[in-house]
């Protein structure tokens, strides 16, 4: 059975910088398998799509990240990673990593995951 388990998450003052961890267990090479993404979900609104990887390393950013988050992976230890720079209170949310057996693309649209992690909260204090 596969799970995603993210970890990272905490409270930081705006402008500061969080990184985010996705650690992906039950099906062995999963990252580099299937295609990989970031979502967050703020008190009261829907969950939006924040980062999105493909198997070939290509990325998509939703635009109010452009420039200051970046998603990675490391295929050897099977983790998807968000590094959150100059963050603000508008940032703050449950942030979650999804993967989906349909690639290639980076899609942002969160019907099109087929697995989610529990997620990790992030605040972000101005």
């Known amino acids: 059975q596969v799970q995603l388990v993210e970890s990272g998450g905490g409270s930081v003052q705006a402008g500061g910088s969080l990184g985010l961890s996705c650690e992906a267990s039950g099906s062995r090479y999963m990252i580099s398998r299937y295609c990989m993404g970031w979502f967050r979900q703020a008190p009261g609104k829907e969950r939006e799509g924040v980062a999105a990887?493909?198997?070939?390393?290509?990325?998509n950013y939703a635009d109010s990240v452009k420039g200051r988050f970046t998603i990675s992976q490391d295929n050897a230890k099977n983790t998807l990673y968000l590094q959150m720079n100059s963050l603000s209170p508008e940032d703050t949310g449950m942030y979650y990593c999804a993967a989906r057996f349909l690639c290639p693309g980076t899609t942002l649209r969160r019907e099109l995951y087929n697995y989610w992690g529990q997620g990790t909260q992030v605040t972000v204090s101005s």
């Open positions: 990887i493909d198997r070939d390393g290509n990325t």
